[in-house]
């Protein structure tokens, strides 16, 4: 289904000085990632002067946000920032924006910001992307990836994204991401080919660690009994084959991963990176 070749990225945040969070991502570059993304949220660090840290401590590692939550920034502002970091890094920046997660509400009223209906909070991404097309100009193109489920979010990302992270629930059916993936596809028309999608990964192996298992809602028997896309596990040729099945059924290339798994999924990413 899809001609693309396999990257991988490394969902991390810092927790310490600069010192560990540097030596995080040459770790991670150094393990064949393409990529270090960084959540968003006031319970962390804030996404674009740590990733610019991260950018300026390694070679060739993209950074990137994965995601913002579009009701934290007005659009002009997230843009003129995600310009700038793409400026600063040498082009190295993947400008991530989604509508946030339920908690992100919580965050808007601290920033005393409306955090919106769902279409409003989609129509931020919206004008977002523009805004950072308007900034990049001619010469400059950020690429941008939109976290999307639904099929009001999967028609802004056809329109607008260059990669789309597929939204799904932890325990979707493998049938309901495929049909994602084509719903994607089908509103995309011409631009189909040029989208890269993705999908993030939050175990890699049979054992769910305690804060995983609480923020997906379920344990690794759960998991494994919904065949659920968030666990990628066996050797590492079955996991390899595995990421070659979904490439094949439903198009993912761009797989990420959260930091503490990024040495289990070290030999698939060897394997696999560039193929």
């Known amino acids: 289904m899809s001609d693309r070749t396999f990257r991988f990225g490394a ?4 927790t310490g000085g600069p010192d560990e969070w540097t030596g995080t991502a040459r770790r991670i570059e150094e393990l064949g990632y393409s990529s ?26 993209r950074v990137g946000t994965f995601v913002l939550a579009s009701p934290l920034r007005p659009p002009l502002a997230a843009a003129w920032e995600g310009h700038s970091l793409s400026v600063l890094t040498g082009g190295r920046f993947e400008f991530g924006i989604g509508t946030g997660r339920p908690a992100v509400r919580e965050f808007a009223d601290r920033l005393g910001l409306p955090f919106g209906t769902a279409g409003e ?3 931020q991404v919206a004008e ?7 900034l990049d100009g001619a010469e400059r193109h950020t690429p941008v990836l939109v976290a999307a489920g639904g099929p009001r979010a999967l028609a802004v990302a056809a329109e607008k994204a260059d990669i789309v992270s597929l939204a799904a629930a932890p325990l979707a059916p493998r049938d309901e991401v495929a049909g994602m993936a084509r719903t994607l596809r089908d509103a995309a028309g011409d631009r189909a080919d040029d989208i890269e999608l993705a999908m993030n990964l939050f175990v890699v192996g ?3 660690p305690p804060w995983t298992r609480e923020f997906i809602g379920a344990d690794a028997a759960t998991l494994i009994a919904h065949d659920s896309l968030v666990m990628l596990r066996g050797s590492t040729t079955e ?12 198009g993912v290339s761009y797989v990420s991963v959260n930091s503490a798994f990024v040495d289990a999924l070290a030999p698939v990413v060897e394997r696999l990176t560039g193929r």
């Open 128 to 134: 977002s992307i523009d805004h950072l097309r308007e």
């Open 36 to 61: 270090l993304l960084m959540p968003d949220g006031l319970q962390l660090l804030a996404p674009f002067p740590s990733l610019a840290v991260a950018a300026s401590a390694t070679k060739a590692l």
């Open 11 to 14: 969902v991390a945040t810092p």
């Open 206 to 208: 049979s054992e769910v």
């Open 121 to 123: 909070r989609l129509q």
């Open 239 to 250: 996991m390899v084959d595995e990421l070659q099945r979904r490439r094949e059924t439903i």
